[in-house]
């Protein structure tokens, strides 16, 4: 029985030692990694390309090509005050009258921490609802089907 228990304490002793070390090699490796963090990403060897302003305020067919926007006045309002929070898309997607750009850039300044936009907001809201309007919309086309057939 003695000899059972000192077998016991042996190999408990020695997953314990087994145990220490995996636990100190951990602590060096990860004391390496915080004072080395290069060695995760090493550095890269490309060159950075400046892409210029010309590049970055091209318009294509009436589009700002960077942003989507609808080339018109007071465009660049728009890109500085709503691009710096989200994506030109949020607003592209959207159609809205005066009154709904109004309320919408409230909303914003109400809950989202949108600043006063001065002298600006009008500019922005006549850009907005003269480009981002909605679309008047009548009843679809009728079908125009050669030949109808029943359904069995």
């Known amino acids: 029985m003695k000899n ?13 030692s087994i145990f ?7 602590f060096v490796g990860l004391f390496y990694l915080k004072n080395n963090p290069s060695f995760l ?4 060897e490309e060159e950075l390309v400046e892409i210029s302003k010309e ?3 091209q318009i ?4 700002h090509v960077q942003t989507g926007f609808i080339d018109d006045e007071h465009m660049d309002l728009v890109i500085q005050n709503c691009t710096s929070c989200h994506s030109a898309k949020l607003v592209t997607q959207n159609k809205m009258s005066e009154e709904g750009w109004k309320a919408t850039i409230k909303w914003m300044q109400e809950t989202q921490n949108l600043w006063d936009l001065g002298p600006n907001e009008a500019k922005i809201v ?5 480009n981002y309007a909605p679309e008047a919309k009548g009843r679809r086309a ?3 089907v050669v030949e109808w057939y029943e359904l069995k």
């Open 41 to 44: 990403q090493p550095e890269l």
């Open 60 to 63: 294509e067919n009436g589009i």
């Open 126 to 130: 006549s850009y907005l609802a003269k």
């Open 55 to 57: 590049e970055n305020d």
């Open 142 to 144: 009728n079908l125009e």
């Open 4 to 16: 059972n228990f000192q077998k016991q304490v042996k190999l408990l002793s020695g997953v314990l």
């Open 20 to 26: 220490l070390v995996l636990i100190f090699i951990l």
